[in-house]
């Protein structure tokens, strides 16, 4: 049996964020997270598409914070991103090694699904935070992410 968290959250944002959210409600895994005030995203305020997700909205629009919160939250973080020296991901990964969490930086255009399996089952995260590359700097990425996540606990 393939072990899957409990819950998969994110801070909401296109792409990754969007991504494992989906993928999780797909799998039947809770899921949840912290987002910007506002329910904010490139796309503008997205409240009632992430409160269906489960997020709560942080009392500040700082999207550092709203990271700092997802990685405090969570026991294990995946990053998707074919573009590793964007910003939220270089805050992603300081945050991660910060507050001595595991993570694992994929990308999504190449075969890794097995790769994520060995760190699932290295760090078995009750709670995993999925983060990476917003929709706009990484066009696809949600539907790759989706993918990704869809078989790494499909079996």
Not at 53 to 61: D, N, S
């Amino acid at each position: 049996m393939i072990f899957k968290p409990e819950k998969i959250i994110s801070g909401g944002q296109t792409g990754a964020d969007t991504g494992g959210l989906i993928a999780g409600q797909r799998l039947g895994i809770a899921t949840g997270g912290a987002a910007p005030k506002g329910y904010l995203t490139e796309e503008g305020a997205r409240a009632e598409f992430l409160k269906g997700f489960g997020l709560i909205e942080l009392p500040t629009k700082d999207l550092a914070e709203r990271t700092r919160e997802n990685i405090r939250n969570s026991d294990a973080t995946l990053i998707f991103t074919d573009n590793p020296n964007s910003d939220g991901t270089a805050y992603t990964i300081r945050f991660c090694r910060e507050m001595d969490k595991p993570y694992l930086i994929v990308d999504p255009r190449e075969d890794c699904c097995r790769k994520i399996r060995a760190f699932i089952d290295k760090n078995r995260p009750f709670v995993l935070n999925v983060a990476g590359n917003r929709e706009s700097n990484s066009h696809g990425i949600t539907q790759r992410a989706i993918k990704i996540i869809q078989q790494v606990f499909s079996g």
